[in-house]
């Protein structure tokens, strides 16, 4: 546990002077403590967050803090009690959040396969240039539509199937081949599909979608099939 100040150094002294803070370059505040607040204009500080207070012996440390005036039955100011909650470990764990979000978010973009973030009812949440590449569509026209809408009809029970077992926590990920209708509707693009699903804890929030273009697989076992014919003839 951080020790900020030992109590003789702080007893006897104003707490304006022990209690100080920096502004972002480093400076003196010039914004008092929320008890010096309290004691000027009375009432309550709500939380104040992230300051740097100036340490003694040591460099700046982030603190919440926040402060009450205390007031006898008759009105009278007795003093404040003031609340610095060292805020170092939370911010050291939001750093590390934002960049592993960041990350997330070059991996998903520069993906060179189609992925998209799909919530719980099927609509396209988040796509990126190689899903739209694909699907032949922008990504704010796609962030319009539901998936369902894009997919072929036969495929939609089976997917539907797939995604419960992903649910109900039977398995991690799924796989399953589908077809995804094109603008013209004609030719429906054979793919493979990776399927998993985005938590906050243990509620699902979304699916993340990952998605391989089967055409060329697709075609090279078709001509195999109709050499196989002929070889057969």
Aim: charged share 25%.
């Amino acid at each position: 546990r951080r020790v900020l100040f030992r109590s003789e150094e702080a007893a006897g002294q104003h707490v304006a002077k022990v209690i100080q803070f920096a502004d972002t370059d480093g400076e003196s505040d010039i914004q008092p403590n929320a008890a010096v607040k309290v004691l000027q204009n009375g009432g309550v500080i709500g939380v104040n967050h992230a300051r740097k207070l100036k340490h003694p012996h040591d460099h700046h440390v982030p603190v919440d803090e926040s402060a009450v005036l205390v007031e006898d039955k008759s009105g009278q100011r007795l003093g404040a009690v003031m609340v610095l909650r060292d805020v170092s470990v939370r911010l050291q764990q939001e750093a590390q959040l934002r960049d592993s979000e960041r990350r997330f978010r070059d991996a998903f973009d520069h993906a060179p396969l189609g992925m998209a973030l799909v919530s719980m009812d099927g609509q396209f949440l988040q796509v990126n240039d190689s899903l739209c590449k694909l699907l032949q569509s922008e990504a704010s026209c796609l962030r319009t539509q539901n998936q369902s809408d894009l997919s072929h009809p036969d495929d939609k029970a089976h997917e539907a199937f797939r995604l419960h077992e992903l649910i109900d926590g039977r398995v991690p990920l799924v796989q399953f081949e589908k077809r995804y209708l094109l603008a013209d509707r004609a030719n429906p693009l054979w793919v493979l599909v990776s399927v998993s699903v985005m938590r906050e804890g243990q509620q699902p929030t979304c699916y993340l979608y990952q998605v391989h273009d089967l055409t060329d697989q697709k075609r090279a076992a078709e001509q195999l099939a109709e050499v196989s014919e002929i070889g057969r003839a």
